[in-house]
Structure formats: structure tokens, C-alpha cells
């Protein structure tokens, strides 16, 4: 099924590990983001890449990295992980114009739980 | 800035209605609506442009008003399937990059 893949699902790290969770798309789209989700915050976006080979900051980048080799890919670093990154991850794509068509929204992977102990 | 949504949750009988509102302290170009059930990614439901345009998806509908900053939800004849948190994205200058709301929880029972 077309759509956004991620992995892995559930990761526990341990404080000062380091990790990589990866995200594939095959909608051949441009963008595509990375957010977390806590607890009554809703969505915060960490970083995002308007295209291959192109990143730029979210609001919340502190301890975070990211790469788009390839168009597909987007990967999120945690270079060392502390207890604050205990998160649910989300990773989405977009086409380039926003409601161009009338669909164009949002599409989200299923989410990685990490939990940093 | 974070957009504003109320209520923060809702509890509902099957078939009554509801409306979700999105407040926004800056201009915006567009507004998402998107539904996420427990465990699960969230979905998107719809897209409003600029230009106060009011869109429908089978029950469930949506406006903005783009001079107040506003959008509404509106859920009719309410199913349990409705059940979820909405949440709401902004995007203030048609660079695609949403702002979520907190959520609004709601709960549909028979």
C-alpha cells in the first residue's frame, strides 16, 4: 500500500544512546516532516526537508538531526538521547501546493514510541 | 504560536452534533483538520484555503474565517466511529508548514 512507512515502531534507549528512525514515503512527494506528540501537546514539528537534499529547523530541533539523501528518505537522529525525548515520533509528506487539488493534506506514518530510560 | 482549539474535549450520544473551533493569533493561509484515534496516526480529513470557503466530507464539515483567524468543525448525526482527538494545523504562509492545535477530545456513545 502506497503511503509512509516507519521504523521501528517501539525503540527503548538508554540515556546517552544514540539512534536513527527512518521514513520512507513512496508518493513521490517533496515535503516531508518530522514531529513529536506529547501528552496534551499535540504536534510539534522538529525539522522538515522542502525537497532532496534540503532540511530546515521545526520549532523544536534542539538534540535532533536530520538527512534527505533521497527523495524517499528522511531520516531523524537523536545523537544522544535524554529523557526528554521520551515521545511518540511522526513523520509525514506533502505535494509542493497545498490544495491544489482539494485533497492534498497531510500523510502521516504510523509512529515510532520511544522510550529513553 | 500554537493554535487554539475548544473545547478541549467533548462527550457525545450517538446522533447529536458538535462543533470544534480553531482560533489562531496570526494570519493564515490554510487550515488542516485531521482525526487521530488512540494508537494510530492521525488522518486528514480536510484542507480550507484562504478566501472563507466552507467544505463538507460526508458529515462532517468545516469553515474559515479568515478575517478572525477562526475555523470550525462541525460534526453532524454523530457516529461512533467519530470518536477521536481533531485536531487542527495552521499554515500562515502558504510554505505548507503546520502548526497543530492541542487537540479536542471526543467521545461518542451509543
Known amino acids: 500500500n502506497a503511503g509512509v512507512t516507519q521504523t521501528p515502531k517501539f525503540r527503548v534507549l538508554k540515556t546517552g544512546q544514540s539512534m536513527t528512525l527512518l521514513c520512507a514515503q513512496d508518493?513521490?512527494?517533496?515535503?516531508m516532516y518530522w514531529y513529536r506528540q506529547d501528552p496534551g501537546m499535540g504536534l510539534r514539528l522538529i525539522h522538515y526537508?522542502?525537497?532532496?537534499?534540503?532540511?530546515a529547523k521545526g520549532e523544536v530541533p534542539d538534540g535532533y538531526n536530520v538527512s534527505r539523501l533521497k527523495k524517499q528518505n528522511f531520516l531523524l537522529g537523536l545523537e544522544s538521547a535524554a529523557p526528554s525525548q521520551t515521545s511518540v515520533y511522526f513523520c509525514?509528506?506533502?505535494?509542493?501546493?497545498?490544495?491544489?487539488?482539494?485533497?492534498?493534506?497531510?500523510?502521516f506514518g504510523s509512529g515510532t514510541r520511544l522510550t529513553v530510560v | 504560536q500554537q493554535p487554539v482549539q475548544s473545547p478541549q474535549a467533548v462527550i457525545l450520544r450517538e446522533g447529536e452534533d458538535a462543533v470544534i473551533n480553531c482560533s489562531s493569533s496570526?494570519?493564515?493561509?490554510?487550515v488542516h483538520w485531521y482525526r487521530q484515534k488512540h494508537g494510530e496516526a492521525p488522518v486528514f480529513l480536510m484542507i480550507l484555503l484562504k478566501g472563507g470557503e466552507q467544505k463538507g466530507h460526508e458529515k462532517i464539515s468545516a469553515s474559515f474565517n479568515e478575517k478572525k483567524q477562526q475555523s470550525s468543525l462541525y460534526l453532524t448525526a454523530s457516529q461512533l466511529s467519530y470518536s477521536g482527538t481533531y485536531f487542527c494545523?495552521?499554515?500562515?504562509?502558504?510554505?505548507?508548514?503546520?502548526?497543530f492545535g492541542g487537540g479536542t477530545r471526543l467521545m461518542v456513545k451509543p
Open positions: 509525514a509528506s506533502s505535494t509542493l501546493v497545498p490544495g491544489q487539488s482539494g485533497l492534498d493534506g497531510y500523510t
Open positions: 508518493m513521490n512527494h517533496e515535503y
Open positions: 526537508s522542502v525537497g532532496e537534499g534540503t532540511t
Open positions: 496570526k494570519a493564515l493561509y490554510s
Open positions: 494545523g495552521t499554515d500562515g504562509n502558504a510554505g505548507n508548514m503546520l502548526t
